[in-house]
């Protein structure tokens, strides 16, 4: 996984594959990049297609979301995050209607912690 993203992104400082009690890979990972460049090419590639002589696999890239205030009004948590190089914000719900109604805006689709699937706010 290290070398994989780091051929494709650079900068990779850690990399580690989560896994269950009995040390069972369990399809997810985590990836340290050491620079902000690094880190936005990664995310904003969103998937990213391996190919093996034995196995081929996409590989969802999120990034590290964490409980936040809204990045807009700052008293509301902020669920919603949208990760377009254009925002890479949290949002409320109030705060993601309001923001994303821009025309240019309106296709970014929130991601929220703990949820594997994107939702709308």
């Given at each position: 996984?290290?070398?994989?993203?780091?051929?494709?992104?650079?900068?990779?400082?850690?990399?580690?594959?989560?896994?269950?009690?009995?040390?069972?890979?369990?399809?997810?990972?985590?990836?340290?990049?050491?620079?902000q460049a690094s880190y936005?090419?990664?995310?904003?590639?969103?998937?990213?297609?391996?190919?093996?002589?034995?196995?081929?696999?996409?590989?969802?890239?999120?990034?590290?979301?964490?409980?936040?205030?809204?990045?807009?009004?700052?008293?509301?948590?902020?669920?919603?995050?949208?990760?377009?190089?254009?925002?890479?914000?949290?949002?409320?719900?109030?705060?993601?209607?309001?923001?994303?109604?821009?025309?240019?805006?309106?296709?970014?689709?929130?991601?929220?912690r703990n949820h594997?699937?994107?939702?709308?706010?």
């Amino acid at each position: 996984l290290a070398q994989i993203m780091n051929d494709l992104f650079g900068g990779v400082v850690y990399a580690g594959i989560d896994t269950d009690k009995h040390k069972y890979p369990i399809g997810s990972g985590r990836v340290t990049f050491g620079n902000q460049a690094s880190y936005l090419k990664a995310v904003s590639a969103s998937f990213i297609e391996v190919k093996t002589p034995r196995f081929t696999k996409k590989i969802q890239v999120d990034p590290y979301m964490e409980d936040s205030p809204c990045s807009i009004c700052l008293s509301e948590q902020g669920p919603f995050f949208c990760r377009d190089l254009n925002c890479l914000k949290y949002f409320c719900r109030s705060c993601w209607l309001w923001h994303h109604s821009i025309e240019s805006l309106r296709d970014h689709q929130p991601l929220m912690r703990n949820h594997r699937t994107k939702t709308n706010p």
